[in-house]
């Protein structure tokens, strides 16, 4: 298993333009998540969704859109970047939407917005 | 709402000393704790957990943690440091609710000295 994969790595992108942020799993899990991590700030929440076709926000879900159309991918979607969007950004899946189950991070994705 | 407060923003040990990291919690009810660990440039990879039972739960690479209901905390710990534990280190609370995501603390830098 390939696990939770992510790209880009890095991302370079000016004030105002979109982008994707991939995300896929392999591990045939129900819930799938965006966090972003900021200095200081630990991971916030963007975010989730518990199933193909179900999404929902997170704390931070602002200037972001997801969408699930199949159970392995969970794409987040910047639509019009700002200097405040720039992060890492990690995926992360879990089995079920289950509290007890591990959670599987991908590697992450470093945005910078100039 | 849930919280989690990790006091410790930077901690430096010598190699072979003992560590221990702070981690406290807000929950109203019944916690599941999770410990991360993560690597410069790497994605969050999952120490240990604690749901119910003994509340003195064993992890990888050595490591340990202790829940204390009483007083609100899920401490970390290794009794021998090792150089390659230099990382940063997350506790996190499941929530219900909100597809029972994880709240993460703002980290702990743990710094290593040979």
């Known amino acids: 298993n390939a696990g939770v994969t992510q790209t880009p790595k890095f991302q370079v992108l000016k004030t105002g333009q979109s982008m994707t942020l991939q995300c896929a799993q392999d591990?045939?899990?129900?819930?799938m998540s965006w966090y972003r991590q900021d200095p200081g700030m630990g991971l916030r929440l963007i975010h989730y969704?518990?199933?193909?076709?179900?999404?929902d926000q997170g704390e931070v879900p602002n200037g972001y859109n997801v969408s699930r159309s199949t159970t392995e991918d969970f794409p987040l979607r910047l639509l019009s970047a700002a200097p405040s969007q720039t992060s890492v950004y990690f995926c992360a899946s879990r089995r079920t939407r289950e509290r007890s189950n591990e959670q599987f991070f991908g590697p992450g994705t470093r945005l910078t917005v100039l | 709402a849930q919280s989690v407060t990790q006091p410790d923003i930077h901690i430096t040990v010598s190699e072979g000393a003992s560590l221990e990291l702070r981690c406290n919690y807000s929950y109203g009810a019944t916690p599941y704790l999770f410990w991360y660990v993560q690597s410069p440039g790497q994605g969050l990879q999952l120490l240990l957990k604690?749901?119910?039972?003994?509340?003195l739960v064993q992890g990888i690479k050595g490591f340990e943690a202790e829940f204390k209901r009483s007083q609100s905390s899920f401490n970390l710990r290794k009794p021998s440091v090792h150089w390659s534990d230099a990382a940063e280190y997350f506790c996190?609370?499941?929530?219900?609710?909100?597809?029972?995501?994880?709240?993460f603390g703002t980290g702990t830098q743990l710094k290593v000295e040979l």
């Open positions: 591990m045939n899990h129900e819930y």
């Open positions: 604690y749901f119910s039972g003994d509340t």
């Open positions: 969704s518990v199933g193909a076709g179900i999404t």
């Open positions: 996190a609370v499941g929530v219900t609710g909100g597809g029972n995501k994880l709240t």
